[in-house]
């Protein structure tokens, strides 16, 4: 039978490099490949692609075909014939390549072994502040619950080590499967050692073979003046445990900070509602008003009005992040009284005669005359 050539089949030109030979492999793979192409004769020309992947992916089989194409293997050369009418390609390892492309999903699984060491999970918690914690900072008591390294045992889970006698300390083994297109050997996670390498005569009773425990503790943590909901904070190498050495993952604290009676915050400026008399708010005054920081005197000038707005300059929220400081604002309520005595019903009854309209109320009296 007539074989095609080798570049011709992966669609190369002669002398392809190693990242375009496997490129177009993997292309020409995921193409034909029985269990997912409609291609016809796909399973013949997915068999031609990993022979002729076989042969230019390895260094010495390539510069073999280059110089002598298919000779180099069909027995005139002095090698052995098979395979596709030539090359044999069963005992290819192909699995590490069709781990990339399907996953496990086909049985080319090459395994993983644990003996690289690997970081830890992060971990986040919601912490609840109360309003002057969160404005002011505080060292807070924090309690975890986390995966530690086993003290007991250094994290190896066991004492006694020794290198595995299955995997020779790999962490992996290899075996034989037999498809339809021949033999491939696939790799799989060492079941004496679940892929560690290695053994111990003796199991750590303290973390039962895991080299890690879950403990329970309190950290005390310094959180910064200026903090807000939703603002979080890193704790490295607070979080899970890692394997095999691995560093701890980071714990990050996500706050809630809860409201105040009576300051409404909005980043690092404090508002305060600051309710007036009616005689206060026409004749002015002034008022002892409490900040985050202490009372403070203001002058409440004649004439204000509900929602009239003062600024206190630096009375805000110091921010150790942003190094920065807010300011302070005060709103004004002019509240109306329900329930007058005789003598001050007839007050405003005097007051009514005189002309008190401004501006505005001319206006409106004005809009409503020709409404």
């Not at 986040?124 to 002011?136: C, I, P, Q, T, W």
């Amino acid at each position: 039978m007539s074989k095609r050539d080798y570049y011709e089949v992966l669609g190369l030109s002669k002398g392809a490099d190693e990242a375009s030979i496997k490129s177009a492999f993997r292309k020409l793979a995921k193409k034909y490949h029985p269990d997912v192409s409609k291609e016809e004769n796909a399973e013949a020309k997915f068999k031609e692609i990993q022979e002729a992947y076989a042969v230019l992916s390895d260094s010495s089989r390539k510069a073999q075909y280059d110089n002598y194409g298919h000779a180099a293997f069909d027995g005139s050369m002095g090698g052995g014939a098979g395979g596709f009418g030539g090359f044999d390609a069963s005992g290819f390892d192909f699995s590490d390549i069709f781990d990339s492309i399907f996953g496990n999903s086909f049985g080319f699984s090459s395994g993983s072994s644990r003996t690289r060491a690997s970081r830890g999970d992060d971990r986040l918690m919601r912490v609840r502040l109360s309003f002057d914690e969160a404005v002011f900072g505080c060292d807070k008591s924090i309690k975890l619950d986390v995966t530690e390294s086993c003290e007991e045992c250094d994290g190896a889970g066991g004492f006694g080590e020794s290198t595995c006698s299955l995997c020779h300390g790999s962490g992996s083994v290899t075996s034989e499967q037999r498809t339809l297109f021949g033999s491939f050997m696939s790799k799989s996670a060492c079941s004496r050692c679940s892929g560690t390498g290695k053994s111990y005569k003796e199991t750590c009773k303290s973390c039962s073979g895991r080299g890690k425990v879950r403990v329970n503790k309190t950290i005390t943590v310094t959180v910064p003046s200026g903090i807000d909901s939703g603002n979080r904070l890193r704790l490295s190498g607070k979080g899970e445990a890692g394997d095999n050495g691995g560093a701890n993952g980071d714990l990050y604290l996500e706050f809630v900070v809860d409201s105040h009676s009576f300051y409404e915050r909005d980043n690092n400026d404090i508002y305060l509602e600051v309710p007036l008399t009616i005689d206060e708010a026409v004749l002015g005054c002034k008022r002892e008003v409490p900040t985050i920081h202490g009372n403070v005197k203001v002058t409440i000038p004649e004439g204000t009005n509900t929602g009239d707005k003062q600024r206190i300059k630096g009375k805000g929220i110091e921010n150790s992040n942003s190094r920065s400081t807010g300011d302070m604002y005060i709103i004004f309520t002019v509240r109306i009284p329900k329930r007058l005595s005789r003598e001050q019903k007839k007050m405003f009854e005097n007051l009514a005669n005189t002309d008190l309209a401004d501006e505005k109320i001319e206006k409106f009296e004005k809009f409503v005359k020709n409404n």
